[in-house]
């Protein structure tokens, strides 16, 4: 069993930065990939970014070249940097956990981009 909570959502500008971070509670936090996804109001939650156990990382292209995933085992904590920011960014953010077929989520975290 994996708890979740995802900190450091805000309202920033256009072009501004963010940074999410995801604190997992629980053991064996490095067995599982993790993700960050995100929900806009009345769209399907979509992936954003994922990281595996090895560090190797995928993005939406919609982030490519604009947020960062990384993961520090030892805190048992994955973050999201955000760059560039942009108000189609606005979105719910959920970090998930994932291994061998179960997922766990966090609450979710807002942001929000104005233009």
């Known amino acids: 069993q994996v708890q979740l909570v995802e900190s450091g959502g805000g309202l920033v500008q256009a072009g501004g930065s963010l940074r999410l971070s995801c604190a997992a509670s629980g053991s064996d936090f490095a067995l599982y990939a993790m993700a960050w996804f995100r929900q806009a109001p009345g769209k399907q939650r979509e992936l954003v970014a994922i990281i595996d156990t090895g560090g190797s990382t995928n993005y939406a292209d919609s982030v490519l070249g604009r947020f960062t995933i990384s993961r520090f085992n030892a805190k048992n904590t994955v973050y999201l940097e955000m760059n560039g920011l942009k108000p189609e960014d606005t979105a719910a953010y959920y970090c998930?956990?994932?291994?061998?077929?179960?997922?766990?989520w966090g609450q979710g975290s807002q942001v929000t981009v104005s233009s």
């Open positions: 998930n956990a994932h291994l061998a077929g179960v997922n766990y």
